[in-house]
């Protein structure tokens, strides 16, 4: 007798798990995000105003402050802005994806093309923000560099680049991508065969 794959306990738990994660996960950002664009350093006192009002992801480091108000903040600020904004849509897109992934899985349909072009953007999705994540805190040391030598800061960066390349969450995307299209192309041959038949 065939057992159906929403039969499956981990299958069930996958799909009941991405599913609230992308339910849930723009509540979460609201909630996180919200109370931090309020904090925006518009006024011009000359107290020190943390960046991390916007830095959800933590990519540029926790050390980051603003102890004036110039062009120079503002864009730094916005820079913020736009990279988190940038991985949180990345996120959702990807949550987007893996959950519609999950419902032909759970329906019983996990060999279909749309399997593998779902499964081949999540993997881009998470090649590219993984590269977003890394690329931010290389740029964060040269926006406010802290004071150390200049072989330091060369040894800083080489290291990260190294990490960049050697990342553990590019090496995923880049299974999830193979696996999606190892996926597609079995949905071709299954396609090619019943035309056989």
Excluded: C
Excluded at 59 to 68: A, H, M, P, V
Excluded at 114 to 141: A, D, F, R
Excluded at 187 to 195: G, H, N, S, V, W
């Amino acid at each position: 007798m065939k057992t159906l794959l929403k039969d499956n306990f981990f299958v069930k738990s996958s799909y009941s798990y991405v599913n609230l994660f992308y339910m849930l996960f723009p509540v979460l950002i609201v909630v996180l995000f919200l109370p931090m664009i309020f904090g925006f350093p518009l006024t011009g006192h000359k107290s020190p105003v943390a960046l991390l009002n916007v830095d959800l992801f933590n990519l540029f480091g926790k050390e980051k402050f603003i102890d004036e108000i110039n062009l120079g903040n503002i864009l730094f600020w916005l820079l913020i802005l736009a990279a988190n904004l940038t991985v949180g849509l990345g996120i959702f897109f990807g949550l987007k994806k893996l959950k519609r992934f999950m419902k032909n899985v759970y329906e019983d349909k996990p060999f279909i093309g749309e399997n593998g072009e779902y499964l081949k953007t999540t993997g881009i999705i998470i090649m590219l923000l993984s590269t977003i994540i890394y690329l931010s805190h290389v740029s964060s040391q040269f926006i406010s560099p802290p004071p150390v030598s200049a072989w330091i800061k060369i040894l800083y960066f080489v290291s990260i680049l190294i990490s960049t390349l050697f990342n553990p969450y590019l090496v995923v995307g880049l299974l999830i991508f193979v696996i999606g299209e190892i996926i597609v192309r079995a949905a071709e041959l299954k396609e090619e065969q019943d035309l056989t038949v």
